[in-house]
Nanobody
């Protein structure tokens, strides 16, 4: 019932910043939890960040904590992932996803709705 579309990826140098957006359409209320995941070639999909339904709780993977910030603007039905001080290890396809229950979650199997992904490539 919900369609998610990521945007904002690109090719950047190490140390640069990117802001990913996740725009939702369809039935988006009540607000779900939103998660960001990434997958590099030959690697398993991994959790990046999550934000709960009212933006009072966030969760981050150790690899990105202190560099990435997840946020949401429910009036615009959009979630964001601000990525600062990007590293080569951050290169991956980034996906946003949404649950229906509203709590932060690291398990990708608990997310019902998924975007198509946006490529982030970080060069040295």
């Amino acid at each position: 019932q919900v369609q998610l579309v990521e945007s904002g990826g690109g090719l950047v140098q190490a140390g640069d910043s990117l802001r990913l957006s996740c725009a939702a359409s369809g039935q988006t209320t009540p607000g779900p939890a939103v998660g960001w995941f990434r997958q590099a070639p030959g690697k398993e999909r991994e959790f990046v960040a999550s934000i709960n339904w009212n933006a009072r709780i966030t969760d981050y993977a150790h690899a990105v904590k202190g560099r990435f910030t997840v946020s949401r603007d429910d009036a615009k039905s959009t979630a964001y992932l601000q990525m600062n001080r990007l590293e080569q290890e951050d290169t991956a396809i980034y996906f946003c996803a949404a649950t229906q229950y509203g709590t932060v979650d690291r398990d990708s199997d608990h997310y019902i709705y998924w975007g198509q992904g946006t490529q982030v490539t970080v060069t040295s």
